[in-house]
């Protein structure tokens, strides 16, 4: 009776490593395709900063080995940001059998908002917010303060602008999931909707520059003496 009982867990197991390995394999054959481009990638995620910076300025490695592993990194990074959709349809090949049909139909709905909403806050954060904060950066640099960053410290800052961005845009799914559990309703969400709205204006007007705080300073920064 025991062993019968373990073959399930041991099945289970083999199909886990099976989509495990699947995915390892979609990272790493994006990867051999894009290490070739690395510098290239590096330079395309670099480009709204170094459109910012001032004449004369660019990036400076402070590190020895960091002009090879940081685009390195950054490879692998997206790599796994392109791949995606693969671990996704694993992560469901693997779920899938042990879910109801009315639960196949509303993750599968899901699955693929999820994916778009992540990309799509992924781009905002490169088109938008980029060109916005970093030309905020450049401007208000301290007299005799030169403008020249860490390439390994930039990559560090944006991704995690990026992966903020895009979990901030899995809040519908967020959502849905929360409501579908029975932890809230609609009604309840209704009823929170004004509270919610001033909470987002009051969080978006402290976290976006310039801050709260200083709210002349890039104005007075123009006139002041070199």
């Keep these: 009776m025991a062993v019968e009982d373990t073959q399930p867990l041991i099945s289970h197991l083999i199909e886990l490593r099976k989509r495990l390995l699947n995915c390892i394999i979609a990272v790493l054959g994006i990867f051999l395709v894009l290490v ?64 109801y049909r009315h639960e196949r139909r509303l993750v599968m709905p899901l699955l693929f908002s999820s994916t778009f909403l992540f990309y799509f806050g992924v781009a905002f954060a490169y088109f938008v917010v980029f060109p916005l904060a970093f030309g905020f950066f450049t401007k208000t640099a301290p007299i005799g303060v030169t403008v020249a960053t860490d390439i390994s410290k930039y990559l560090d800052f944006v991704m995690t602008l990026f992966m903020a961005f895009g979990v ?3 809040v519908p799914v967020a959502i849905v999931l929360l409501c579908w559990t029975g932890i809230t309703s609609p009604e309840e969400l209704k009823k929170k909707r004004p509270y919610i709205l001033v909470g987002a204006f009051v969080v978006g007007m402290l976290l976006t520059p310039p ?12 006139v002041l003496p070199v």
Excluded at 211 to 222: E, H, K, L, W
């Design 211 to 222: 801050d709260v705080f200083f709210p002349n300073f890039a104005r007075y920064s123009d």
């Design 36 to 99: 070739y481009f690395a510098n290239d990638i590096y330079q395309l995620v670099a480009a709204p900063l170094i459109s910012q910076m001032p004449v004369g300025s660019s990036m400076i490695a402070t590190d020895v080995a960091s002009p090879f592993f940081t685009p390195i990194k950054l490879t692998i990074i997206v790599s796994v940001f392109l791949a995606v959709p693969v671990i996704l349809y694993q992560v469901w090949a693997f779920v899938a059998p042990a879910l």
């Design 168 to 170: 901030a845009f899995e």
